[in-house]
Nanobody, 125 residues
Framework: QVQLVESGGGLVQAGGSLRLSCAASGRTFSSYAMGWFRQAPGKEREFVAAINRSGVMTSYADSVKGRFTISRDNAKSAVYLQMNSLKPEDTAVYYC??????????????????WGQGTQVTVSS
């Protein structure tokens, strides 16, 4: 089992940047595929980015491709989401998620077993 804690959210103006971090407990972090999802008020949770266990494979939602970058540091048991050129429509609660099996990247929220509590990102226009 793994526990996830997100940090790094906040209020930023459009065009700005934020870096989200997700710290994981446990000694087997490198065996987990990781993902970032977000949920805006009144909307369903949606996929943002995913990374495989080793960090060599990544996937992105079309809406963030070219602006967001997911990365991980297995030695630090952490996954990151660098968000550049932020837009008001990026405003949401951002969640990291972990999947203990599989070698690829996973885009569906149902494919993840563990979730953090979320961190709020607000982008003002």
């Amino acid at each position: 089992q793994v526990q996830l804690v997100e940090s790094g959210g906040g209020l930023v103006q459009a065009g700005g940047s934020l870096r989200l971090s997700c710290a994981a407990s446990g000694r087997t972090f490198s065996s987990y595929a990781m993902g970032w999802f977000r949920q805006a008020p009144g909307k369903e949770r949606e996929f943002v980015a995913a990374i495989n266990r080793s960090g060599v494979m990544t996937s992105y939602a079309d809406s963030v491709k070219g602006r967001f970058t997911i990365s991980r540091d297995n030695a630090k048991s952490a996954v990151y989401l660098q968000m550049n050129s932020l837009k008001p429509e990026d405003t949401a609660v951002y969640y990291c998620a972990a999947r203990p099996m599989g070698s690829g990247t996973y885009l569906g929220s149902h494919e993840y077993n563990y979730w953090g509590q979320g961190t709020q990102v607000t982008v003002s226009s």
